[in-house]
């Protein structure tokens, strides 16, 4: 009788590939005289696009937001992809190949936290805003693909019942 049994160990191949590796950041909010929306923490005016939908979403909440709240949205994001660091060695024939990589950053949640208190979650019409309006800033954001899940392979080997002392006779 054959008993395979799987093992874990730890392997790091060339090419890297990590799947839903986290990823997170937050930005600040200010509310202007007029009731316009400013990203204080990149200096910038939020889209007319992003405002509407992120009042849209305020209004289902019962809160008054007003000038003197300290507002954050924070933005959570999952990246898949690869990263292949190329070869100069590739014999006689071949002449290696250059650097390359992929790395796609989806917006997963967007929290709205008023005063240090979270309040809910918004809207999948402000995730998609986000992820199109902050692309730059979200792929600069560095991630931890080296965890120990994301280089994990698995190996088998086989133990026999047979063997003389390991499983005792049935």
Known sequence: MKIIKTAKYLRKEAVERWNKVPGSFSIEINIGEEGNLFDITNDIDLSGQLQSA??????????????????????????????????????????????????????????????????????DEVKKTIEGEYEDIINEIDLDY?????????????????????????
Request: hydrophobic content about 30%; cysteine-free; charged content about 35%.
């Open 54 to 123: 992120i009042i849209k979403d305020v209004s289902t909440i019962p809160i008054r937001l007003d000038s003197e709240d300290q507002i954050e949205l924070v933005i959570d994001f999952e990246s898949t992809g690869y990263r292949d660091p190329g070869s100069m060695h590739g014999g006689p024939d071949q002449l290696g190949w250059p650097p390359e990589g992929d790395d796609e950053r989806i917006v997963t949640n967007v929290t709205l936290i008023v005063n240090g208190k979270p309040i809910g979650e918004l809207s």
């Open 146 to 170: 080296d965890s120990e899940e994301d280089l994990r392979v698995d190996y088998e080997y086989d133990l026999r019942k047979d063997e003389p002392g390991r499983f005792g006779h049935l």
